[in-house]
């Protein structure tokens, strides 16, 4: 069974202090792991897709990365509006199915 | 523009009652799925579809049923015999499988239900 970790669960960062999160994962032939932001009361926003360990990508104060276990999100000098909840997923190779698998999310708070 | 529409954004149930989530996307994509969202628990599939007048129960499928009679829509059907149906829905779609890329799901603005 595919399972998705995140950690930690809640995340407050002053404006402008860099930080990580976490997700660790397992799953039978990683196809691609997927983050997104979502918004309180709106649905998940798609971020970035990765597929091969080593691969990063960037989006203004975001970057991701990944390994053969992990991915992190990392956000460089974050300001309020980075304030969300994200969502880590992975999809595997396991035929014609393309269900994601997600985490339970991780809550960033950015005072001001 | 494409996307995926749910409506109505909030709905109230009574007790007893059977309630009915709308889901449409103009994305001409083959798959939909409907998850639960609670706080504390992320994402729960309920149901979902891979093709026209096919889908199979997620993780939660109890007290829930869907049909897929159109490709653009996968309605929701909240039943009587879910006995703790207040949550936020979540509808969302794929591609579908697509060789060696990995295709990520594009998500709905969900519908929030409340059991009055």
Known sequence: EDQVTQSPEALRLQEGESSSLNCSYTVSGLRGLFWYRQDPGKGPEFLFTLYSAGEEKEKERLKATLTKKESFLHITAPKPEDSATYLCAVQAWSGANSKLTFGKGITLSVRP | DGGITQSPKYLFR???????????????????????????????????????????????????????????????????????????????????????????????SGTRLTVV
């Open chain 2, 14 to 108: 009574k007790e007893g009652q059977n309630v009915t989530l709308s889901c449409e996307q103009n994305l001409n994509h083959d798959a939909m799925y409907w998850y639960r969202q609670d706080p504390g628990q992320g994402l729960r599939l309920i149901y979902y579809s891979q093709i026209v007048n096919d889908f199979q129960k997620g993780d939660i499928a109890e007290g829930y049923s869907v049909s897929r009679e159109k490709k653009e829509s996968f309605p929701l059907t909240v039943t009587s015999a879910q006995k703790n149906p207040t949550a936020f829905y979540l509808c969302a779609s794929s591609p579908g499988t697509a060789g060696f890329v990995p295709i990520g799901y594009t998500f709905g």
